[in-house]
């Protein structure tokens, strides 16, 4: 993490934990919006003007909060209007870094080694831990917001008409049952996986694991009949699901040891995740190479590094018969 504006610890062993060794994610420390007159945002956000070219997301393509924002991105039509760099998945002692490992780019904005220096750039005092996604201004080299769920509502109306206004992703109509949806599947299964994986002792791992397979089932029950879960619309809250559940039997299942089923057990939400991945451009977002490298690189579960065999793996994750092969493995088991 940085303190002070200094990188002060080795990333690798800094995970907070309860006192009853529950995994405790950091609070997201930049809040600002975006929006089309540059007026306050939803709960008053100071808020900057949405303008072509001015904005940055920096993503890591293993981590599902930041592929939720490519995925906005995407589907919201935006990729002339906020560009977007990749940095390598292996999580090093200084944190993300930038690179030329295949999928992954050099910083061509300031030539940084390390993401960390963003936030030092933001702010030179900056203390706290340093994440991706970021969205980043161009024009004021500072962070807008750091934190996804925060983005995925800026890139869904902050752009106005330089957006797809025709794709709503959080309608009006829709935002009390999203809202309940998405707090629920965050605690059980977004941040549930998490928890399993960085749990420090026994009972909070099973503890996670409960909570896992609750929602999943629960997950099961409500796709019965239905394409989406909100309205039977795609919404921000298929997103959310989406990055996590693409990531599961690939990620979570060996290393955060969520092993009771996999996600190609769940018909439903099988069929659910396999039919988002084919939405158009979808697959983009989803670089199953550097999620499994990505994770398995994580030194505090997994020491010496090395990565289980079986698809996908692989350096080629840039082509297309990597997807092709990838597809295979969806098209597996289930439906
Ligand atoms: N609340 C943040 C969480 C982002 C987050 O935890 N990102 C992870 C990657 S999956 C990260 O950058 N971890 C580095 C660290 O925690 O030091 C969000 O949803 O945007």
């Not at 752009?159 to 206004?165: R, W």
Request: positive net charge.
């Amino acid at each position: 993490m940085l303190v002070n504006g200094i990188w002060s610890e080795r990333f690798q062993p800094v995970q907070a934990s309860d006192k009853d060794g529950r995994f405790k994610r950091v609070t997201s420390s930049f809040r600002n919006w975006i929006t089309v007159d540059a007026s306050p945002g939803p709960q008053g956000q100071p808020a900057s003007k949405a303008e072509a070219d001015r904005y940055h997301l920096y993503v890591a393509l293993i981590c599902p909060w930041a592929c939720r924002t490519l995925m906005a991105r995407k589907l919201k039509k935006l990729e002339d209007i906020i560009s977007v760099s990749v940095v390598e998945p292996f999580l090093t002692d200084e944190c993300w870094k930038f690179g030329d490992y295949p999928g992954a780019q050099k910083d061509e904005l300031y030539q940084y080694e390390y993401v960390h220096q963003l936030y030092t750039r933001a702010d030179k005092n900056f203390t706290g831990q340093v994440t991706v996604p970021i969205l980043w201004d161009k024009k004021h080299h500072r962070i807008i917001n750091n934190e996804s769920a925060d983005i995925l509502r800026i890139l869904n109306n902050g752009f106005g008409e330089m957006a797809d206004e025709s794709i709503d992703l959080y309608p009006a109509e829709l935002s009390g049952e999203i809202d309940t949806l998405n707090k629920y599947f965050y605690e059980n299964l977004n941040n549930g996986v998490y928890q399993a994986g960085f749990a420090k002792t026994q009972q909070a791992y099973n503890e996670a694991c409960k909570n896992i397979f609750n929602a999943l089932d629960f997950l099961e029950n409500k796709l019965q009949g239905k394409e989406y879960l909100c309205g039977n619309r795609l919404t921000e809250t298929d997103i959310r699901l989406f990055v996590t559940l693409v990531r599961f039997d690939v990620a979570y299942y060996g290393l955060f040891k969520t092993s009771k089923k996999q996600i190609r057990d769940y018909q439903n939400v099988h069929a659910y995740m396999k039919k988002i991945y084919q939405l158009d451009g979808i697959k983009n977002t989803v670089n199953f190479d550097h999620i499994k490298q990505g994770y398995y690189s994580i030194k505090a579960l997994n020491p010496l590094g090395i990565v289980p065999q079986g698809e996908p793996v692989g350096n080629s994750a840039a082509g297309a018969g990597y997807f092709r092969s990838a597809l295979r493995m969806f098209k597996h088991r289930g439906s």
